[in-house]
């Protein structure tokens, strides 16, 4: 397959899922995500708080919960592959080296999750953030990995908060259900969170929590 063969290809797949999470969660009114008519269910209410960030345009590198949809706004940027027009995306940080301390990361300012940790969480207290190459090695597919990563993306089409990982990422059940409930804990969106993966994914995390959302 060529390479883009293989991008038509990724995109068509991130339109399906996200067709089917919308018609799963058809959204009523701004404020409310989710719900299934057919099934008899109630669309998800989001309900904002207080915010975290004052001022925008001085946001921190990151913050452990996003209170409103100002505090996303300020940290998200287009995708690194904007596959969907309207799509803005946050990147996501567990450390298991600090009790599995969240970071919501400012992605204006880094765009990958290695340059965050590496400015952020390296050295003092902490283990050292190696090359980019032993990170990439490292942090997406060792067992042993100190980081869980991932990226929240709210597609404003069709009203969808979902949780991504990276292409080819081989996070454990474990990794996955620590993510998503750390997440869906500190976030005012966590109630509409739904874990966006493909089938070869999904099949390698059969076991999944029912708590995890997947459409």
């Known amino acids: 397959m060529t390479q883009s063969s293989s991008k038509y290809a990724q ?57 409103c949809r100002a505090d996303f706004d300020a940290l998200a940027s287009e995708p690194l592959v904007a596959s969907i ?29 290695h340059e965050f940790v590496m400015a952020n969480l390296s050295g003092g207290e902490l283990p050292v953030v190696g090359s980019l190459g032993d990170f990439n090695r490292t942090e997406y597919y060792s067992p042993d990995r100190r980081f869980v990563l991932g990226s929240v993306t709210y597609y404003e089409g069709p009203d969808v908060w979902a949780l991504e990982l990276a292409p080819g990422d081989t996070a454990t059940v474990e990794m996955v259900e620590t993510l998503y409930a750390t997440i869906v804990e500190h976030a005012y969106f966590g109630p509409a969170l739904a874990l966006h993966a493909d089938a070869a994914a999904l099949a390698r995390l059969d076991g999944l929590d029912d708590s995890v959302r997947t459409k």
């Open 11 to 67: 995109q068509r797949l991130l339109v399906s899922v996200l067709a089917a999470l919308a018609t799963a969660g058809a959204a009523c009114g701004d404020d409310a995500a989710g719900g299934d008519p057919d099934a008899g269910t109630e669309p998800v209410v989001l309900v904002e708080q207080a915010c975290e960030i004052d001022d925008a345009e001085q946001a921190p590198h990151s913050v452990e919960r996003i209170g």
């Open 85 to 113: 027009p309207g799509a803005r995306t946050m990147k996501v940080v567990v450390d298991r080296a600090d009790d599995n301390a969240l970071h919501f990361q400012n992605s204006q300012e880094y765009r990958t999750h």
